[in-house]
Structures are given as structure tokens and as C-alpha cells.
């Protein structure tokens, strides 16, 4: 399971980071060189991949899907804060600069690596890592709320909560960022913004559409994969 995830993950993350950022490549036989190939990584493309794989992976198994996506996606966006101690440490995400150069606030930082001339920016990978683990300490609230109650038919409303909530942020949390990589199609908000809404307008679908009437079009994705999402559509909250 470790190993789909990683791997499905590494190549997710690429996978789109090419897409919206590296335009320069415009061949099958680009992107298969360049998928294989150290670069930048989107966290979106690694997360969505990982859940998706994971979650069939998962289903076939006969393995709780929905306790697994609770305990997973906890447990990945506290990996995320952390990730994002990262990002900003190498500074290749940062934010905009603040608007106060001569007097910026206390908590405004700077990055050499830029060669900016030491522009103060807001430190929005920072802000990103408190906001993960504060709702990374909800979610294990909810875990602790509603497994030790017996009441399984709440299962997945961890993780949904936690995603939505996540996704959420991730869109405040962009309109801070000075490295911009890319638009959603044809309108004027980030990849991530964009992909963000997506998953909060799926996932407001699916908490309060009952599980019986779930209706998926034919041929829209693999049998697998449509039998993981009926039997584990989520009921109202």
C-alpha cells in the first residue's frame, strides 16, 4: 500500500507540474522522459493520484476504505505541514511582498536565493504548515468523536472534512503566493485554486447526496473505481 501510494504520488506530482509548468513540452515522448526525470512536483497532482490508486488498491483488498481514507488523509496533511518547512527552507515557494517595504511587519521573511534585493514577502509555505497541523488536530478530534462511539455509519467524514477544510485554506493561502505556476484553464485563479474548488464543489456533492442514488455515467472511469465510489458515497452529516 506504502509503495502505490509513493509511487503513484511521485508520478501524479510530475505528472501535472509538466502540464502547468513545463510548457515546453509538446510530445508524448517529452512527457515520458521528462515524467521519469528529477524536477518540479505539484502537490495536487501526488495527492489525487495517491488517493484515487490507493483507494482501489485498498477496496480490492476488502480492507475498510473509508476508516483508511480517515487515518490516510489525516496523516497526509500533517505530512504536508512538514513538507512545507521544507519548501520554505529551499525557497522555491514564497509569497508576494508586502506592501510596507521600509516598516514590514514582524513576521515577513526573506529569501537570498531570490536575488531580489531583499524584498520582504509574506511567508505563506509557514502559514500553510500551522494551518495543516491545526486541521490535522481536527481531524484527529473527529477520529477520536466517532470510532470509539461505534458509529461506523460517520465513517469518511474525517477525511471529507479535513479535505474540505484543507482545500479551503489552500485557496486563501494562494492569493498570498508570489511564484505563480500557471492559470485553472481559461480564467484568472492558480492551478491549485482552481482544483481546489473542484474538490470542495465534489466532495459537497457527495456528503449530502444519499449512497442508494448515486449515478455514474457509463464508461467514465474503470468498473473498479465506480464500485469504490457507490459503495462508499458518504451519508448527510
Same mark, same amino acid.
Given at each position: 500500500m506504502g509503495v502505490i501510494c509513493y509511487l503513484s504520488g511521485w508520478f501524479g506530482a510530475r505528472a501535472l507540474s509538466i502540464v502547468v509548468e513545463q510548457f515546453e513540452v509538446t510530445t508524448a515522448a517529452q512527457f515520458v522522459i521528462e515524467l521519469f526525470s528529477i524536477g518540479p512536483m505539484t502537490f495536487y497532482g501526488g495527492a489525487c493520484a495517491a488517493v484515487v490508486l490507493g483507494s482501489v488498491y485498498i477496496h480490492r483488498q476488502g480492507v475498510d476504505l473509508k476508516l483508511a481514507l480517515d487515518c +490516510? %488523509? =489525516? +496523516?497526509g496533511v500533517f505530512a504536508l505541514g512538514m513538507g512545507r518547512i521544507g519548501c520554505f527552507l529551499n525557497g522555491d515557494d514564497y509569497g508576494m511582498p508586502v506592501l510596507n517595504q521600509s516598516e514590514p511587519p514582524w513576521w515577513a521573511v526573506r529569501f537570498d536565493v531570490l536575488r531580489d534585493g531583499g524584498l520582504y514577502r509574506y511567508p505563506v509555505r509557514l502559514e500553510e504548515t500551522v494551518a495543516s497541523w491545526l486541521i490535522a488536530g481536527l481531524g484527529f478530534f473527529l477520529l477520536r468523536h466517532y470510532y470509539p462511539q461505534g458509529n461506523k455509519g460517520r465513517g469518511g467524514r474525517t477525511a471529507a472534512? %479535513? &479535505? =474540505?477544510l484543507s482545500a479551503a485554506?489552500? %485557496?486563501f493561502n494562494e492569493s498570498f503566493r508570489g511564484d505563480p505556476r500557471g492559470t #485553472? #484553464? &481559461?480564467?484568472?485563479i492558480s492551478t491549485s485554486? +482552481? %482544483?481546489s474548488l473542484l474538490i470542495i464543489s465534489f466532495l459537497c456533492w457527495l456528503l449530502y447526496r444519499p449512497m442508494h442514488s448515486l449515478i455514474l455515467p457509463a464508461g467514465w472511469c474503470s468498473s473498479a473505481l465506480q464500485t469504490v465510489l457507490r459503495q462508499n458515497a458518504f451519508l448527510c452529516l
Open positions: +490516510g %488523509i =489525516l +496523516g472534512w %479535513i &479535505a =474540505l485554506h489552500r %485557496i #485553472f #484553464f &481559461a480564467t484568472q485554486s +482552481g %482544483i
